[in-house]
């Protein structure tokens, strides 16, 4: 027989919807803030001459500099006032995290609970601050240094006003992000990146289609592309929903003079624990060094130049890099956001445990090789869905927009937000019956 909770969730539907007043205020708030973020976008910055700028960007176009201005919705494009997008602050964590595992302070706080994550957020939005300034700092000297008329009027104030701009362009959607956690749908930091990416979308499909008409990219091509397109949407649904759910059993216990049977129910483990966020980090970090030899237009130093050369999109050096980044954060994060040694105390205070494993560190140890084995197959994953795309992007000329990247984010991000907004009308459906129970109850 099905439980309960199986039933109501089966039985969601819009008209719930309708009468979740908490729930269309989140999903209003959440819709508000994005359009927002959207409107920032094509806010241009103070003192660039946006013709002269546009040439220059189509000339550099591609590479990292192209993932970035996906990432951030068009605003380096437009060199708006969010070109920087929310990248500082993903770099920021990821430094504040790496940090944790080295630094006793940090592990102190991290143990301390909310208070002490807190704090450990305080000290990433202030380093965001610093990553953002110097990053603002180096597009400026960028610009400035880019000829053909892109800075109406190069110097110290040009450059400080630069900094202000896109540091506070940051910094808002920093505040952005998280207002939206806290009081939309979702999380507020996906769902920026997510937004800009489904907001260049349109752009990047007639794109591909007019290259189509003209001829520059056959029609087999095309109906590839949207076959790979299909093929890598089902196949990340698949493995985001993959589980490895490890029995657990719990003993026989009396209350009173009542002999209660022993239960048995499954610790899931998700074969992806990470999300989204290894891709994310891997070309957050790729774009730090390569976005100013970018604008640097071959006047920077030769290992930018270097660099700027062996991280292009198809290139040897960068594929090799961007999954390793990708393998190494996919264990990081999962070991960051799931603990072994604290989930087997929890079963041993409850009285559950693995059958043939012995409670405590045993069972700490097992549940480690078996995350452990299935992150493998999770990081596999993730380096194939994000890199088979990026040789249709080199050898093809598929858009960005159509990388395995982009499309783990859309999807990964629009299943979470389904997630929370099915969750919220199960809570709401459960409190409808509760009211109903108290008022037969009166009634009687």
Same mark, same amino acid.
């Given at each position: 027989?099905?439980?309960?909770?199986?039933?109501?969730?089966?039985?969601? &539907?819009?008209?719930?919807?309708?009468? @979740?007043?908490?729930?269309?205020?989140?999903?209003?708030?959440?819709?508000?803030?994005?359009?927002?973020?959207?409107?920032?976008?094509?806010?241009?910055?103070?003192?660039?001459?946006?013709?002269?700028?546009?040439?220059?960007?189509?000339?550099?176009?591609?590479?990292?500099?192209?993932?970035?201005?996906?990432?951030?919705?068009? @605003?380096?494009?437009? %060199?708006?006032?969010?070109?920087?997008?929310?990248?500082?602050?993903?770099?920021?964590?990821?430094?504040?995290?790496?940090?944790?595992?080295?630094?006793?302070?940090?592990?102190?706080?991290?143990?301390?609970?909310?208070?002490?994550?807190?704090?450990? &957020?305080?000290?990433?939005?202030?380093?965001?601050?610093?990553?953002?300034?110097?990053?603002?700092?180096?597009?400026?000297?960028?610009?400035?240094?880019?000829?053909?008329?892109?800075?109406?009027?190069?110097?110290?104030?040009?450059?400080?006003?630069?900094?202000?701009?896109?540091?506070?362009?940051?910094?808002?959607?920093?505040?952005?992000?998280?207002?939206?956690?806290?009081?939309?749908?979702? &999380?507020?930091?996906?769902?920026?990146?997510?937004?800009?990416?489904?907001?260049?979308?349109?752009?990047?499909?007639?794109?591909?289609?007019?290259?189509?008409?003209?001829?520059?990219?056959?029609?087999?091509?095309?109906?590839?592309?949207?076959?790979?397109?299909?093929?890598?949407?089902?196949?990340?649904?698949?493995?985001?929903?993959?589980?490895?759910?490890?029995?657990?059993?719990?003993?026989?216990?009396?209350?009173? &003079?009542?002999?209660?049977?022993?239960?048995?129910?499954?610790?899931?483990?998700?074969?992806?624990?990470?999300?989204?966020?290894?891709?994310?980090?891997?070309?957050?970090?790729?774009?730090?060094?390569?976005?100013?030899?970018?604008?640097?237009?071959?006047?920077?130093?030769?290992?930018?130049?270097? %660099?700027?050369?062996?991280?292009?999109?198809?290139?040897?050096?960068?594929?090799?890099?961007?999954?390793?980044?990708?393998?190494?954060?996919?264990?990081?994060?999962?070991?960051?956001?799931?603990?072994?040694?604290?989930?087997?105390?929890?079963?041993?205070?409850?009285?559950?445990?693995?059958?043939?494993?012995?409670?405590?560190?045993?069972?700490?140890?097992?549940?480690?090789?078996?995350?452990?084995?299935?992150?493998?197959?999770?990081?596999?994953?993730?380096?194939?869905?994000?890199?088979?795309?990026?040789?249709?992007? @080199?050898?093809?000329?598929?858009?960005?927009?159509?990388?395995?990247?982009?499309?783990?984010?859309?999807?990964?991000?629009?299943?979470?937000?389904?997630?929370?907004?099915?969750?919220?009308?199960?809570?709401?459906?459960?409190?409808?019956?509760?009211?109903?129970?108290?008022?037969?109850?009166?009634?009687?």
């Amino acid at each position: 027989m099905a439980s309960a909770a199986e039933q109501l969730a089966a039985n969601l &539907n819009f008209s719930a919807l309708a009468k @979740a007043e908490d729930l269309k205020k989140r999903i209003w708030f959440t819709l508000g803030a994005l359009l927002v973020y959207r409107l920032g976008t094509y806010i241009p910055m103070p003192g660039i001459d946006p013709t002269a700028f546009t040439n220059a960007f189509n000339q550099a176009r591609g590479g990292i500099l192209g993932l970035f201005n996906m990432f951030s919705g068009g @605003a380096v494009e437009r %060199m708006a006032i969010f070109a920087l997008n929310i990248m500082p602050y993903i770099s920021a964590s990821i430094i504040l995290q790496l940090l944790t595992t080295v630094s006793p302070t940090l592990e102190a706080l991290k143990k301390e609970g909310e208070q002490g994550r807190k704090v450990i &957020n305080q000290y990433t939005r202030y380093l965001t601050v610093v990553l953002a300034a110097l990053q603002a700092y180096g597009i400026a000297v960028g610009l400035e240094g880019g000829g053909g008329g892109i800075v109406s009027e190069p110097g110290m104030f040009f450059r400080l006003s630069t900094v202000i701009t896109l540091t506070g362009g940051t910094v808002f959607l920093m505040w952005l992000g998280e207002q939206i956690t806290a009081r939309g749908i979702g &999380n507020g930091i996906s769902l920026i990146i997510f937004a800009g990416i489904v907001a260049e979308l349109p752009a990047a499909l007639a794109g591909l289609l007019d290259l189509g008409r003209t001829g520059a990219v056959s029609t087999g091509l095309i109906l590839l592309i949207i076959v790979v397109a299909i093929a890598a949407i089902t196949f990340i649904v698949f493995m985001e929903r993959a589980q490895r759910r490890l029995l657990i059993q719990y003993p026989k216990r009396q209350v009173g &003079n009542k002999l209660f049977e022993g239960q048995t129910s499954h610790l899931p483990l998700k074969l992806n624990s990470s999300g989204v966020i290894p891709p994310i980090f891997a070309s957050s970090l790729l774009l730090v060094p390569t976005t100013i030899a970018q604008f640097l237009a071959g006047s920077g130093p030769e290992w930018l130049q270097y %660099m700027t050369t062996i991280l292009g999109h198809g290139r040897p050096g960068f594929m090799v890099l961007y999954a390793l980044l990708i393998i190494f954060f996919a264990f990081f994060y999962t070991a960051i956001v799931f603990n072994p040694v604290e989930t087997a105390d929890n079963l041993k205070k409850h009285g559950g445990f693995i059958p043939g494993i012995r409670p405590g560190e045993n069972t700490a140890k097992h549940i480690d090789y078996v995350l452990t084995r299935i992150t493998v197959v999770g990081a596999a994953y993730l380096v194939i869905v994000c890199l088979l795309p990026e040789f249709m992007v @080199a050898y093809a000329g598929v858009p960005f927009y159509f990388g395995g990247t982009s499309l783990l984010i859309v999807v990964s991000v629009t299943m979470d937000t389904v997630a929370q907004v099915q969750g919220y009308l199960l809570a709401h459906q459960y409190e409808g019956l509760i009211k109903k129970s108290k008022l037969r109850g009166a009634r009687r």
